[in-house]
């Protein structure tokens, strides 16, 4: 039974933007449709361009007067620029998927939420940060075995693959990741820290977390890695390079671990993959709020 | 000699100093050594985490003390001293910086790797915006060019930033290269210009002195070089040699002597001095306070505390990745296994 493909809208034609429309011609749930930029000049609406999609110039006012061109929207520009777009969004009845910092809507980190939000009842969702994503489900693994009275993360990534929004806003990175790992991660406090590192070639992203636990056992101890593991998995199955650097810790009640991810090379870097790991987030969320839609009946 | 201004010399005992001791300045400690160091006649104090406002974590060891207590200590205990606190975009945030303005911090400095620069912008804003002195602090500077460590100090220049520094974090530059950088920002920056040292190749006053020579018109030190790694320009050291060559500051050399002799050395946990370990960090350009990290990876896992030191080195770490060291531990443990 061939199910009709869910219509999607980018707006941003920076490098998420365009990484996203590949990632999303790949779906076999969605299908890009539009991409929406402001720069007549761009290479990213070169390319929806050449690949099919409708390139709108005019920003979110062009997207508005051909609104019926998608029914999920990916926010791929600024916090600012969501938290204007969000409310017009809303009014032309479209889900709003956010990869910027503006958290308009709720947290969203597949791993963890899809099992605990009614995907079906939100119409805008935030995916956090790209530390967030790589670190907030290995927080929520070892709070689900134990209570986690602190949780702290370092996020090394590649100089390039740090853009002019990331670079301009360092704090709503450290701030917003910190704010995922109590909210979504489980743990009562919450620290991030992110280095940018300019050696070349580029380092692939690296992120260090560091778990305070209440208490310990050997049973507690087994469980950890256990449920550590089974969190690894999860990921990878829309993060295929998603994994441990090293074995996984436990000392002195604090619990180490280190993931490392590498991009799937679509548009960006293989060493990107502080983006990918956020841009495949946000395309496996999609298309979990596609099968709700099609069980809901709404695109057919 | 041409130099006719004062030189400001922004102490870092209680910034630097604090890798040194990993962090466990109590109250009491801050309160004596800020007193000795106002005294002296030292015209900045800055005292936060080594990592500066937000340092605090599993990743580079908890203070003893919280932030609040350790500004506010400074602050009630420097007479004329202006009290300095180091940001590192990153790990400390605007929020951080709001706090320490009101616990009476005047003097900021926004540290980035030397090519990282405009992550500083926000930052560097925030303390124009908070009436604060806004310093520019480009740390690594070895790892760069000295023409395009100037582009980077340009963009802090363009932000606002009042006085910039060529920071050595890893007490890697020889006389040379401070030279070069010092004298290349003299020309090209309109701020002032400074320069943070740290012994670790014993270059530490002899390159002050070179940066001094170029103009630079702030210098940073430390009671008996008390900082990450060999250490910073020890500040009694560096005040003999400067009275020598008539350079002028507002540093008296017998207080400083004292307060390092009597009060300084006696609080060190690790002496602080030039070792095989600390020679290495000058030697292969390793940030400074990966120096207590390394020599505890190298006992836990039964390798040369230098063998890690090389390969981050290797690898490209910059300031703040400490935890790389135990990464490159355990891969070094295993190769040895793997070999015997």
Known sequence: MATEKVKCAIIGSGNIGTDLMYKLLRSDKLEPTVMIGIDSNSKGLALAKEHGLVPIYTGIDGFAEQAHLADIVFEATSAKAHTYNAPILKRLGKKAIDLTPAAVGPFMVPSVSLDTHNIEELDNVNMVTCGGQATVPMVKAISDVVEVEYAEIVASISSKSAGPGTRQNIDEFTETTARALKEVGGAKEGKAIIVLNPAEPPILMRNTIYVKISEYSDEIHQNILQRLNDMLEVVQSYVKGYRFKADPVIKDNIVTVAVEVEGNGDFLPKYSGNLDIITSAAVKTAEVMTDSMVTKGVSQ | ?340
Not at chain 2, 57 to 75: L, N, P
């Open chain 2, 1 to 340: 000699m041409t130099q006719s201004n004062k030189i400001v010399f922004n102490d870092v005992t209680l910034r630097d100093g604090m890798h040194a001791i990993s962090h466990q300045y109590s109250v009491e400690q801050i309160a004596q050594l800020t007193k000795l160091i106002d005294d002296a006649g030292v015209d900045i104090i800055e005292a936060t985490h080594g990592d500066g406002l937000g340092g605090s974590s599993i990743q580079y060891g908890f203070s003893k003390e919280t932030e609040k207590d350790i500004i506010t200590t400074a602050v009630k205990n420097a007479k004329n001293a202006k009290i300095g606190v180091l940001l590192v975009p990153g790990i400390g945030t605007i929020e951080h910086l709001n706090n320490a303005r009101e616990w009476g911090a005047s003097v900021v400095r926004v540290a980035t790797h030397c090519t990282e620069a405009d992550v500083s912008e926000q930052h560097i804003k925030a303390g124009i915006d908070l009436g604060m002195d806004t310093v520019g602090f480009l740390m690594m500077s070895h790892r760069t060019k000295p023409e395009l460590l100037l582009e980077e100090a340009k963009k802090m220049e363009s932000y606002g930033a009042g006085t910039i520094y060529v920071v050595d974090s890893a007490g890697a530059l020889t006389m040379d290269d401070v030279r070069s950088r010092v004298s290349l920002f003299k020309e090209n920056l309109h701020t002032k210009v400074g320069f943070h040292a740290h012994n670790n190749l014993s270059l530490g006053v002899a390159n002050s002195i070179v940066a001094i020579e170029e103009g630079a018109d702030r210098i940073d030190a430390s009671l008996a070089g008390m900082g990450a790694g060999a250490g910073n320009a020890s500040l009694e050291q560096l005040v003999a040699v400067m009275n020598k060559l008539d350079i002028p500051h507002a540093v008296d050399l017998y207080k400083v002597m004292d307060a390092a002799e009597y009060v300084m050395k006696p609080m060190m946990k690790r002496p602080v001095q030039i070792d095989r370990l600390s020679l290495t960090l000058g030697y292969t350009g390793v940030y400074s306070s990966f120096l207590l990290f390394a020599e505890r990876a190298g006992k836990e896992y039964g390798v040369d505390p230098r063998d890690i030191l090389t390969k981050v080195s290797e690898m490209g770490a910059v300031g703040g990745q400490e935890d790389w060291i135990i990464g490159v531990a355990q891969e070094l443990a295993k190769e040895k296994i793997n070999k015997s």
